[in-house]
T-cell receptor, first 112, second 112 residues
Framework: GQQLNQSPQSMFIQEGEDVSMNCTSS?????WLWYKQEPGEGPVLLIA?????ELTSNGRLTAQFGITRKDSFLNISASIPSDVGIYFC????????????FGTGTRLKVLA | DAGVIQSPRHEVTEMGQEVTLRCKPI?????LFWYRQTMMRGLELLIY????????DSGMPEDRFSAKMPNASFSTLKIQPSEPRDSAVYFC??????????FGPGTRLTVL
């Protein structure tokens, strides 16, 4: 079946550093979403991407929809301690449906 | 506005017992989703409803799992009988548009 592989699985960075993570698949997706999950809570939507090549920012976060439609990346600039959490990508299985497949997650820890 | 409400937040039960998880979606949302999150399998979509009608239940693991949405403001996910391998965090999410799902805080289920 369709799978989304995220890398890295986890990362430890110093406060102030930039972070980059990506999501790849052998399948084509129509929409990419990026979520953040903090301990004991549900995922929260950060960014949505709708077109191949699209680059979208949300504050210090920037995400891109890969040209091949099989990948996406998320960058966080000037990380701060509250960026700690698990970041998930999600791909829309079929255009117009509500069904998304979630990636394996990247666990981010920020050292002050 | 209240977010998605799930109850209970934690549930500990013994193998063979019936478990019922509850969800109240955000008012005005027309779609509701049940997800399961485990370390091994990540975040998986179990079933989703649109306008109270089940649209895709292909993620429901087996007949022991059932979900209902009797009205726009309430849904249940039932496991009968429960097994230790059902231990996971179960999330409910709701949305109006396909790309903006709002997750609840989750129910952590432990089956002994």
């Amino acid at each position: 079946g369709q799978q989304l592989n995220q890398s890295p699985q986890s990362m430890f960075i110093q406060e102030g550093e930039d972070v980059s993570m990506n999501c790849t698949s052998s399948s084509i997706f129509n929409t990419w979403l990026w979520y953040k999950q903090e301990p004991g809570e549900g995922p929260v939507l950060l960014i949505a991407l709708y077109k191949a090549g699209e680059l979208t920012s949300n504050g210090r976060l920037t995400a891109q929809f890969g040209i091949t439609r099989k990948d996406s990346f998320l960058n966080i600039s000037a990380s701060i301690p509250s960026d700690v959490g698990i970041y998930f990508c999600a791909g829309q299985v079929t255009s117009g449906t509500y069904k998304y497949i979630f990636g394996t997650g990247t666990r981010l820890k920020v050292l002050a | 506005d209240a977010g998605v409400i799930q109850s209970p937040r934690h549930e500990v039960t013994e193998m063979g017992q019936e478990v019922t998880l509850r969800c109240k979606p955000i008012s005005g949302h027309n779609s509701l989703f049940w997800y399961r999150q485990t370390m091994m399998r990540g975040l998986e979509l179990l079933i989703y409803f649109n306008n109270n009608v089940p649209i895709d239940d292909s993620g429901m693991p087996e007949d022991r799992f059932s979900a209902k949405m009797p009205n726009a403001s309430f849904s249940t996910l039932k496991i009968q009988p429960s097994e230790p391998r059902d231990s996971a965090v179960y999330f409910c999410a709701s949305s109006y548009y396909p790309d903006t799902q709002y997750f609840g805080p989750g129910t952590r289920l432990t089956v002994l």
